[in-house]
């Protein structure tokens, strides 16, 4: 009689057991393409470092992977589809990056799809609005940003889509409410470059400040107290030469006193030396 075979319990919220795992010698993780341009570049760097400058996963209480230009692997001998930036909540990097199981975002390693990929359009043979959102649907990721800084797919700078079932529609609003975090386009300079950028931003619409911008925040914060602390001597300053003056004025009035006293002791011992009391009370005088 055959033994029937029992399979171990699997934790689908867990990475799957060893025995489960494919050979990660066969995924190309890094082919050493370059990136496509220096807008793209800079873009991914603002979509990733703000959000570890800042700590937003302490604000989000959630811990949180950003990273830019990362493939993302969903099955033994795909490909991986590479989108400029994701976020994904929940997740943490390995200790270790340099094993090859750690290098990329294997889905099934880290028991989710990320939460966002944002794609950068540079050129119309991308299929940022086709078939790399297709296959994102199909994995399960949560929204997808496609910033078209050229407008080379339409007129439209910014799309955002949400996953509804297994299909994207049109955000409802630049808040991504699974998230915790918005995204919006800010006209300003970046690293010396004076463009129009996709940021991150809170609840309220406020920008996520990048490191070069948290310092400069600290350095005026920094430069307000110096000011104020400044303003506090210089007002004490003039409070204590106030102190001054009216100490010297009160010495003043001691010393007039004093010489008032004195003239008035030199007229009495006058007085007495011509035989008149200067105690006694004076006559009246009558007319």
């Known amino acids: ?20 795992l494919p050979d990660y010698d ?26 570890y400058s800042a700590d937003v996963a302490a604000r989000l209480g959630r811990p949180l992977l950003a990273a830019a ?20 909540l929940d997740v943490r990097l390995a200790d270790d990056l340099w094993p090859k199981p750690n290098r990329s ?40 940003l496609v910033f ?40 300003g300079e970046y690293e010396g470059v004076q463009a129009v950028w996709l940021r991150w931003c809170d609840r309220d619409g406020h920008l996520i400040p990048t490191g070069a911008e948290l310092a400069a925040q600290e350095r005026q914060r920094a430069e307000a107290e110096r000011q104020r602390a400044e303003a506090e001597q210089q007002r004490a300053e ?9 100490q010297q004025r009160a010495e003043a009035e001691r010393q007039r006193a004093e010489a008032e006293r004195q003239r008035a002791e030199r007229l009495a011992a006058r007085l007495r030396a011509l035989g008149i009391d200067p105690d006694a009370d004076m006559p009246e005088i009558h007319q």
Do not use: H
């Open 105 to 144: 975002y294997f889905i099934w390693r880290f028991a989710k799809p990320p939460d966002v990929v944002v794609e950068i359009v540079s050129n119309r043979e991308g299929g940022e609005l086709d078939r790399k959102r297709t296959r994102y649907a199909q994995l399960g990721v949560g929204y997808c």
């Open 238 to 246: 003039v409070e204590r030469q106030r102190a001054e003056a009216e």
């Open 69 to 88: 230009n990362v493939g993302i692997f969903f099955g033994e001998g795909e490909p991986a589809i590479v989108p400029d930036a994701l976020l994904s």
């Open 1 to 20: 009689m055959t033994t029937p075979v029992t399979m171990p319990e699997v934790d689908p919220a867990q990475p799957p057991p060893p025995e489960y």
């Open 26 to 51: 066969r995924f190309i993780t890094e082919d050493d393409a370059p990136v496509d341009n220096f807008f793209s570049e800079k873009q991914q760097r603002l979509l990733t470092e703000p959000l």
């Open 148 to 187: 078209d800084p050229q407008r080379l797919l339409g007129t439209e700078l910014l799309r955002c889509y949400e996953l509804r079932g297994r299909t994207y529609t049109p955000c409802d609003s630049p808040i991504l409410r699974d998230v915790g975090l918005g995204a919006r386009l800010w006209d």
